[in-house]
């Protein structure tokens, strides 16, 4: 079972605060993006895992999806999302990405955000999204950069300039990794990029499009969320894939 952090109350109290989930979608710095590399919505069966707050599974409906199935470990995130959603086309299921079962050829697109980094057996969870799809569908994910996931302390190149660098750390070494996020030991598993692109052609997937998403200047600026060295490496990877 994967580790079930948004249910701590102390994680949760921090976690509602978080800018992206007081203002929603537009909150995200990296939602123009990823929304650019959706498919058409119309008339789609979608499911949303790691589904949150309801946010994504939302705005599907409000762009024209048939129904949204949405997927998420924490019952506070899912009875929040129940308690702001009144749209009988979105169900919201407490379930573990570890171990989900979803039955076969039963939706058009599967979208998720942020929420694959807590998956440890990741090979399992894609062939499972994959058996889901119907021929022609679509998965569309967002998930932190192995590179972001592997830092080292900042230390300086040189004294004249007083720039900073953030070299990884054992980028190559695949596991867990445990970090501070409103709390202490969140948990979460490092990959590189490798092993999850050729995870996803080995599954039985084709890439339409990849992203190393990283905010500009201005949006860090923006948002008090982010701080300078959010544009020395990219935050987030957002992928793009189609089940022939």
Same mark, same amino acid.
């Given at each position: 079972?994967?580790?079930?952090?948004?249910?701590?109350?102390?994680?949760?109290?921090?976690? %509602?605060?978080?800018?992206?989930? !007081?203002? #929603?979608? *537009?909150?995200?710095?990296?939602?123009?993006?990823?929304?650019? $590399?959706? +498919?058409?919505?119309?008339?789609?069966?979608?499911?949303?895992?790691?589904?949150?707050?309801?946010?994504?599974?939302?705005?599907?409906?409000?762009?024209?999806?048939?129904?949204?199935?949405?997927?998420?470990?924490?019952?506070?995130?899912?009875?929040?999302?129940?308690?702001?959603?009144?749209?009988?086309?979105?169900?919201?299921?407490?379930?573990?990405?570890?171990?989900?079962?979803?039955?076969?050829?039963?939706?058009?697109?599967?979208?998720?955000?942020?929420?694959?980094?807590?998956?440890?057996?990741?090979?399992?969870?894609?062939? %499972?999204?994959?058996?889901?799809? !119907?021929? #022609?569908? *679509?998965?569309?994910?967002?998930?932190?950069?192995?590179?972001? $996931?592997? +830092?080292?302390?900042?230390?300086?190149?040189?004294?004249?300039?007083?720039?900073?660098?953030?070299?990884?750390?054992?980028?190559?070494?695949?596991?867990?990794?445990?970090?501070?996020?409103?709390?202490?030991?969140?948990?979460?598993?490092?990959?590189?990029?490798?092993?999850?692109?050729?995870?996803?052609?080995?599954?039985?997937?084709?890439?339409?499009?990849?992203?190393?998403?990283?905010?500009?200047?201005?949006?860090?600026?923006?948002?008090?969320?982010?701080?300078?060295?959010?544009?020395?490496?990219?935050?987030?990877?957002?992928?793009?894939?189609?089940?022939?």
């Amino acid at each position: 079972m994967a580790q079930n952090i948004y249910d701590n109350p102390e994680f949760f109290s921090g976690y %509602t605060q978080y800018p992206r989930q !007081v203002i #929603g979608l *537009d909150g995200a710095t990296e939602w123009p993006t990823v929304r650019a $590399m959706l +498919p058409p919505i119309q008339g789609k069966r979608v499911a949303d895992l790691g589904c949150g707050f309801g946010w994504a599974s939302r705005w599907m409906r409000e762009q024209g999806a048939a129904s949204v199935a949405g997927f998420d470990l924490s019952e506070k995130m899912i009875a929040r999302a129940r308690h702001d959603t009144a749209d009988p086309a979105i169900d919201y299921r407490i379930a573990d990405l570890e171990t989900l079962e979803l039955p076969e050829a039963a939706f058009d697109l599967v979208y998720s955000s942020l929420a694959f980094h807590y998956v440890k057996d990741i090979r399992r969870l894609m062939r %499972t999204i994959h058996d889901a799809l !119907v021929p #022609g569908g *679509d998965l569309v994910f967002t998930t932190e950069h192995p590179i972001y $996931m592997a +830092p080292a302390q900042p230390r300086w190149i040189t004294e004249e300039d007083g720039r900073k660098s953030w070299p990884v750390n054992s980028y190559s070494i695949e596991g867990e990794r445990r970090t501070e996020w409103f709390v202490k030991d969140v948990l979460k598993y490092h990959r590189t990029m490798a092993t999850t692109l050729n995870t996803l052609i080995e599954e039985g997937f084709t890439l339409r499009r990849l992203k190393e998403f990283g905010p500009t200047p201005e949006e860090v600026r923006r948002s008090p969320d982010l701080s300078e060295e959010e544009v020395e490496r990219p935050m987030m990877l957002l992928v793009a894939v189609h089940r022939p």
